[in-house]
């Protein structure tokens, strides 16, 4: 089976622009949940979405939105991008909410 | 804020020694996952270890939760080259509405010389 799967991979963007990020969970899996990670730092939390419902939001700017579909894919949308956005963007699945949660590849983005 | 905060930050041992990770935290959890990273790529789920449960294995791994510290070890035994990665700790907290949210520590950085 394909494991959670996440485009672009690497993205470059300059200040003030607009990104959307996407993520396909595993097969089956309807709760998607979307991190950021900075560089030496753990991931930290910035959305969960379960059966395509907004069930938890991190301490994070409306800059940032999502939005989960009815085939459970997900987007995930920063507005106005700043330098300090620049940080490796990590989707994660999992069946429900309290299971094992399943990481994609996660996608690179810097901001110029 | 970080709940789990590893330690130590940084582990380096020669192949076939046993690496152990620290991990504590502070609220009351559903459950403590432990994850391996390789290179800034995406995390590698290894192990779920539930509030309820003391210890778990996984091949090579081994969890163990004590709920009334608030802390989890992770061993590696007979480690490898190829284990050379950080390791991070999550914990999904207990009540209200942040089911389902891991919050992550600093993580811990192995080293497995050859």
């Known amino acids: 089976d394909a494991g959670v799967t996440q485009s672009p991979t690497h993205l470059i963007k300059t200040r003030g622009q607009q990104v959307t990020l996407r993520c396909s969970p595993i097969?089956?899996?309807?709760?998607v949940s979307w991190y950021q990670q900075v560089l030496g730092q753990g991931p930290q939390f910035i959305f969960q979405?379960?059966?395509?419902?907004?069930?938890g939001r991190g301490n994070f700017p409306d800059r940032f939105s999502a939005r989960q579909f009815p085939n459970y894919s997900s987007e995930l949308n920063v507005n106005a991008l700043l330098l300090g956005d620049s940080a490796l963007y990590l989707c994660?699945?999992?069946?429900?909410?309290?299971?094992?949660?399943?990481f994609g590849p996660g996608t690179r983005l810097t901001v110029l | 804020s970080q709940q789990g905060e590893e330690d130590p930050q940084a582990l380096s041992i020669q192949e076939g020694e046993n690496a152990t990770m620290n991990c504590s935290y502070k609220t009351s959890i559903n459950n403590l996952q432990w994850y391996r990273q390789n290179s800034g790529r995406g995390l590698v789920h290894l192990i779920l270890i539930r509030s309820n449960e003391r210890e778990k294995h996984s091949g090579r791994l081994r969890v163990t939760l004590d709920t009334s510290k608030k802390s989890s070890s992770l061993l590696i035994t007979a480690s490898r080259a190829a284990d050379t990665a950080s390791y991070f700790c999550?914990?999904?907290?207990?009540?209200?509405?942040?089911?389902?949210?891991?919050?992550f520590g600093q993580g811990t950085i192995l080293t497995v010389h050859p």
């Open positions: 097969s089956g899996h309807k709760s």
């Open positions: 979405y379960y059966e395509k419902e907004e069930r």
């Open positions: 999550a914990t999904d907290a207990a009540g209200g509405t942040s089911y389902g949210k891991l919050t």
């Open positions: 994660a699945s999992s069946w429900v909410v309290y299971n094992e949660q399943f």
